[in-house]
């Protein structure tokens, strides 16, 4: 076997160990899973869902103001879908088998011969060259929304304008007045924690892709195995049955 496809299989088995670390960060992802990951995770969960509450009561403060309620639903709206990916992500039960699964599978020791794993990094690369790209644009947009305040603010101060405002990175309800620099500070630092879940939401994209783009790589295979099957004398029913109970796990 080309010891250089087998380098290629080993970089694109660990993508994602590498593309999950928000996930990693905040205790969500399903592999490894600790007594410490799960408080983690409760208490990750718990302050995105206090955020999102916010968000709403801030939603319902604002009725009637049709700009302020469009600029808060962009919000609530992909956070929610963020909140959505991130509980599925921690407790669906078909998750953790799907990456074992996934793991098992991409070992040299599966393949007949170098055309095979050809085939199969046709497609299971396709995640990685993704990924690059994907990577650097998720985290930069979280990190650019995030910030993106502050340049005005500072843009106003800077022509001296008093009337220049500091506002929330995102838009919730608070119960006390934030006009002051430093308690809108605090707030910066309190959601900070919020840019980890748009990565997150962006993360669970290349997890999708991995998952088809292994199952495309698997059924590939075993279409060139059937398509290059040779008369050997075999009986021609124990190679069907072989070849359809491959087929069958893949689809499992």
């Excluded at 995770?41 to 009561?57: G, P, R, V």
Aim: aromatic share 14%; with cysteine; glycine share 2%.
């Amino acid at each position: 076997m080309d010891a250089s496809l087998a380098a290629e299989l080993e970089r694109v088995k660990s993508l994602l160990d590498r593309a999950v670390w928000p996930l990693s960060i905040t205790g969500i992802w399903p592999k490894n899973v600790t007594t410490y990951t799960r408080r983690k995770s409760s208490f990750i969960l718990t302050y995105f869902m206090f955020h999102l509450f916010l968000e709403l009561l801030d939603l319902v403060s604002v009725c009637g103001n049709v700009e302020l309620m469009v600029l808060n639903l962009v919000e609530t709206g992909f956070l929610t879908m963020a909140m959505y990916r991130l509980l599925i992500i921690r407790f669906h039960k078909t998750l953790p088998k799907l990456i074992d699964s996934r793991e098992k599978y991409m070992v040299v020791e599966n393949f007949n011969n170098s055309e095979e794993l050809k085939i199969y990094l046709g497609h299971a690369s396709v995640v990685e060259k993704f990924y690059r790209w994907w990577n650097v644009y998720a985290t930069g947009t979280a990190f650019m929304y995030y910030i993106m305040p502050l340049p005005t603010y500072l843009v106003k101060r800077m022509v001296n304008d008093e009337t220049a405002i500091l506002i929330n990175p995102y838009r919730i309800y608070h119960f006390i007045n934030l006009s002051s620099i430093p308690r809108t500070a605090f707030l910066y630092v309190y959601q900070f924690p919020i840019i980890l879940m748009v990565a997150s939401y962006f993360t669970s994209a290349v997890i999708s892709l991995a998952f088809v783009t292994n199952f495309c790589g698997q059924i590939a295979v075993l279409a060139r195995r059937i398509m290059t099957m040779t008369d050997d004398n075999t009986d021609p029913r124990h190679i069907f049955h072989r070849h359809t109970k491959q087929h069958i796990k893949i689809l499992m």
